[in-house]
């Protein structure tokens, strides 16, 4: 079985990073609007982005000073986008916070299996964040891709040659980590990342259907990868 | 032979672009500095800002915001600083400028060689400038890092099982495509982007010396490649 971990919010915290320097910058733009009204305009500057900057943390920096001369009509302070740029390059060298159960699961899993790590996202950023995660060790593979579809998985398979079916995925996003891998054979297991999210739907866990999982945390992967071996392989 | 190209500066026109840029900044900002302080000032910070932002033009465009709210000590306006963003967006979606001979030569030598494109700096907009090329085609193996080092090419060789002496890397670049190829035991074709550097230097063309080789131009790789074949591969 060929074992591949996502990582941001599935081995460590992220998506909380973001949401707080957009609330900093929130905060600075409170003059012009209000939280409720600025995080959509944020992910309309994004999203229009996207196909320039791709993902990551440069790139939201970027569209974070977009949106500071946007909503304020130009009108915003040269010490206003110094201090949303002082909150991107915080954003991007704070330390890495990894998830409960992480280390120990990997280094047990490791022992066992040659594990690999797909991420998405800025190169140089992820790289570093992999070098200070303290984690690289339990990987025998990294790939850093900039976009994770069923294209992306394929292509990766082959170059590693390895069967769809004898393949699972883990990650916290069904769009990223599950549907793609999913879609072309594979198997996937999600973890979903929000807390919340995840008590509410907490009936779906260990649901299992069409090489699709489930589970609360990285520490019942193991579980997982027993039962998906009793299924037959 | 293993045949690798770099890309910026040795398939294509990129320099010219981040020149072009700076200059367009430094007339924006020409009431607190003259171009010619200035471009030393970018300097300092882009070398601040490579642990954090990496190679490429993200993070560039992040440096000449922070030079000028820099040189400006704070008194730098929004509508400039929207002009900087967008000249940083039109940068990264500028078309692709090919150099002489590159299609051409390219599509000869793929029907021979199976060839490499070995690449650094942001992922995203590396693969966007691939494809935008139209080069794709010619290579069989795509390979985009955040550095170029030794480690990186002895790391890239173990992993496509290539001997060092049978890997040939070919660009403009001293730092990133020529030394650390030598160091580990490969053969490097160097083609010096700056036309004027290269009309200066015309006497060490063909210098051949411990797998270094120096052309004016891609058209000449063939028959080095001959001239490599025939010193006893």
Do not use: C
């Not at 905060?27 to 209000?34: F, T």
């Not at 009509?73 to 909150?87: R, W």
């Not at 120990?104 to 899993?109: F, K, Q, S």
């Amino acid at each position: 079985m060929h074992i591949a971990f996502d990582a941001d919010d599935t081995l460590w915290h992220n998506e909380p990073l973001f949401n707080l320097t957009q609330s900093k910058v929130a905060e600075l733009l409170s003059d012009w609007a209000s939280e409720e009204d600025l995080g959509p305009l944020v992910n309309d500057i994004e999203r229009r982005n996207l196909a320039l900057f791709g993902y990551g943390a440069k790139g939201f920096t970027l569209s974070l000073i977009e949106t500071a001369l946007e909503v304020s009509k130009g009108q915003v302070s040269a010490s206003v986008i110094g201090t949303i740029l002082d909150a991107g390059k915080a954003m991007i060298e704070h330390p890495i916070d990894l998830l409960p159960g992480v280390e120990e699961t990997l280094e047990h899993m490791s022992k066992e299996h040659p594990l690999m790590l797909i991420t998405k996202g800025d190169l140089f950023d992820q790289e570093s964040k992999i070098a200070r995660s303290g984690l690289a060790e339990y990987f025998s593979t990294i790939e850093i891709v900039s976009e994770k579809n069923s294209k992306t998985y394929r292509e990766l398979l082959t170059r590693h040659d390895i069967a769809a079916e004898r393949f699972v995925m883990i990650g916290n996003s069904v769009r990223s980590d599950i549907l793609p891998v999913v879609s072309i054979g594979g198997n996937a297991i999600h973890i979903p990342y929000d807390n919340t999210w995840e008590l509410d739907q907490v009936e779906h866990r260990g649901a299992e259907s069409e090489g699709f999982f489930e589970i609360a945390g990285i520490s019942e992967v193991p579980d997982v990868l027993q039962r998906i071996a009793a299924l037959g392989w």
